[in-house]
């Protein structure tokens, strides 16, 4: 993380003002470990957040203006406090926005302007949830400064709710929830209908996870994943015809989905809702395996689940298929898998120490022959969840 110091020059340069003025927040971009696009369907995921992510730092104004900038984009955004809307010429400025639409939509006023200043560690566009990032933080930051209460629960569903309502993605709970309520050393088995969730300690021991960018930009809101989401929808409105209660596919046994599958009139629909209750599924043996440290089994899920989310899900790619086949072509790698929406972002695999400088080597030039794109690998640790930052690291 660049340094607080440098960021609060800057934020002087930028904003004018005085340092001692002037907080500091942060939160992680986080990787799905397994339980990819079961989310929205109300079933298991089983995040983590990371340690590197999104800083903010902020200060109050005195007057009832907002004032974005950005260490990684060039273009500063200043907008009235009581004029927030959206508006797609402000690009990534729009998250911050949509967070203090969502506030007053919940009864919160903002009692003054504030200048932000982000200074991003996640790529754009990797799929490691960048936007839930900004969003979580800005939440966090602006609650803090308010005085009011900063439960990170309730701030990851303000966070979703921003993003679906205000942005237009009908994103799910996951990356909020991840970004807001991770911790050190520990994955999230989160339960998205209900909200229940443990923190399960990943005990890696000898391996790395290893996240491979395969630097093919992705956009949610241009991507297919409204129509895999109304997709999942049609397929609960067939089963309704045995289960008239059912809302969610995660609500569904895999056992139940088996013996009823056939309710679900289209091919295409059919296979969307199998590999989601069969995700979930995964999800739940994913939990026990590493219980018992069976990091091998752990790695032959994130096999499986990537091969559904390939075949019948079909949200992988070409270029998300040459990276994972390329990583379980090198000794060591227990398994590999594609994690976030799909449509290009990022892979996750678990690498033996001992391997991981091979991995890169490989696995780079495989990747690069096979699309022509030059990719970019992050050796991970597991962090902590959003919070305000002290002295000067």
């Given amino acids: 993380m660049a340094q607080l110091t440098e960021l609060k020059k800057r934020f002087v340069e930028q904003f004018g003002g005085d340092v001692s003025s002037i907080t500091a927040f942060q939160a992680p971009g986080r990787v799905n470990l397994i339980g990819e696009h079961t989310d929205y369907n109300g079933g298991a995921v089983f995040p983590a957040a990371l340690t590197f992510g999104t800083t903010l730092l902020i200060a109050p104004r ?146 790395k996870l290893v996240i491979g960018n395969t630097n093919k930009r992705r956009g949610l809101v241009d991507s297919k994943y409204n129509e895999r989401r109304s997709q999942c929808e049609q397929a609960v409105l067939d089963l309704r015809a045995a289960f008239p209660e059912l809302t969610l596919l995660g609500q569904l046994t895999l056992q139940q989905f088996e013996d009823n599958a056939h309710l679900i009139a289209d091919e295409t629909v059919r296979r969307r809702a199998r590999h989601v209750v069969e995700e979930i599924d995964r999800v739940g043996r994913s939990i026990e395996v590493l219980n018992k440290d069976d990091l091998a089994a752990f790695g032959q899920l994130m096999n499986a689940s990537h091969d559904s989310l390939r075949d019948l899900y079909e949200v992988t790619g070409e270029e998300l298929d040459a990276m994972v086949d390329a990583a379980r072509s090198v000794p060591g790698v227990l398994g590999s898998r594609m994690t976030g929406a799909g449509f290009g972002g990022c892979t996750v695999s678990l690498v033996h120490q001992d391997s991981v400088e091979r991995f890169i080597s490989e696995v780079g030039e495989k990747y690069e022959a096979a699309t022509g794109l030059k990719p970019a690998f992050y050796v991970c640790d597991i962090g902590d969840g959003v919070g305000e930052l002290k002295g000067e690291a």
């Fill in 62 to 207: 005195e007057d009832r203006r907002l004032g974005f900038a950005s260490t990684n984009f060039p273009a500063e955004k200043e907008v009235s406090l009581d004029e927030v809307a959206f508006n797609e010429e402000d690009d990534w400025a729009n998250y911050p926005k949509g967070i203090v639409w969502e506030l007053k939509q919940r009864g919160i006023e903002l009692s003054r302007g504030y200048n932000f200043l982000y200074h991003g560690e996640i790529p754009n566009g990797s799929g490691l949830s960048s936007s839930a990032s900004i969003e979580v933080v800005t939440a966090y930051a602006l609650l803090t400064l308010e005085g009011k209460p900063t439960d990170t629960v309730q701030i990851a569903l303000w966070s979703q709710h921003a993003e679906n309502e205000f942005i237009g993605v009908k994103c799910g709970i996951m990356d909020q929830f991840a970004v807001a309520n991770g911790r050190k050393d520990h994955a999230i088995h989160l339960d998205c209908d209900t909200l229940k969730y443990e923190l399960v300690p990943f005990r890696s021991g000898d391996y």
